[in-house]
T-cell receptor, first 114, second 110 residues
Framework: GAGVSQSPSNKVTEKGKDVELRCDPI?????LYWYRQSLGQGLEFLIY????????KSGLPSDRFSAERTGGSVSTLTIQRTQQEDSAVYLC????????????FGSGTRLTVV | DQQVKQNSPSLSVQEGRISILNCDYT??????FLWYKKYPAEGPTFLIS???IKDKNEDGRFTVFLNKSAKHLSLHIVPSQPGDSAVYFC?????????WGAGTKLIIKP
């Protein structure tokens, strides 16, 4: 597609439920990044994919968080047993390669855990 | 440990005047520095960058200055326009990762 697409744009979920967030990067972009932004905070790195592999998972806050990428394209970020502190905007970005710092961001998914 | 810091959460500037946004960093190994602009309910969009080997990069109304000895960079916007009202993020790039500041909210007053 023309840009990075994220879905859903908004998600309200009950504490303890699992959620899946989807990112569809720009076609041809091999690098894909997940960030989150909590209220009043900067962007927090979560995970990075080069192709289908994730060389760096160090930013995932806990083992409740996981992500996968299939076919070198769409990525899914899964949060299990959501907690209120998971409430944030989850942003996905893609770039031509990991060596290219020109990231294109999606509009994000606003997750609210009630 | 914050490697990239934007110490001003917000800045208010009169339309037509110069806006100066500041950013400090701690790691001298960063290769590039970037500024992103973010409107509400949208993802950040790339604005301007500077290589660590340069001290200035200019693009229209936007100029980024890098002071490596002080580990400081700044974004100058002149003249400021109402559409410049947004949150501006400073980011530093090294080894495939962007490290982000917390952002500065710029408000342009008419």
């Amino acid at each position: 597609g023309a840009g990075v697409s994220q879905s859903p744009s908004n998600k309200v979920t009950e504490k303890g439920k699992d959620v899946e967030l989807r990112c569809d990067p720009i076609s041809g972009h091999t690098a894909l990044y997940w960030y989150r932004q909590s209220l009043g905070q900067g962007l927090e790195f979560l995970i990075y994919f080069q192709g289908n592999s994730a060389p760096d998972k160090s930013g995932l806050p806990s083992d409740r968080f996981s992500a996968e990428r299939t076919g070198g394209s769409v990525s899914t970020l899964t949060i299990q047993r959501t907690q209120q502190e998971d409430s944030a905007v989850y942003l996905c970005a893609s770039s031509l390669s990991a060596a290219n710092y020109g990231y294109t961001f999606g509009s994000g998914t606003r997750l609210t855990v009630v | 440990d914050q490697q990239v810091k934007q110490n001003s959460p917000s800045l208010s500037v009169q339309e037509g005047r110069i806006s100066i946004l500041n950013c400090d960093y701690t790691n001298s190994m960063f290769d590039y520095f970037l500024w992103y602009k973010k409107y509400p309910a949208e993802g950040p969009t790339f604005l301007i960058s500077i290589s660590s080997i340069k001290d200035k990069n200019e693009d229209g109304r936007f100029t980024v200055f890098l002071n490596k000895s002080a580990k400081h960079l700044s974004l100058h916007i002149v003249p400021s326009q109402p559409g410049d009202s947004a949150v501006y993020f400073c980011a530093a790039y090294s080894n495939y990762q962007l490290i982000w500041g917390a952002g500065t909210k710029l408000i342009i007053k008419p």
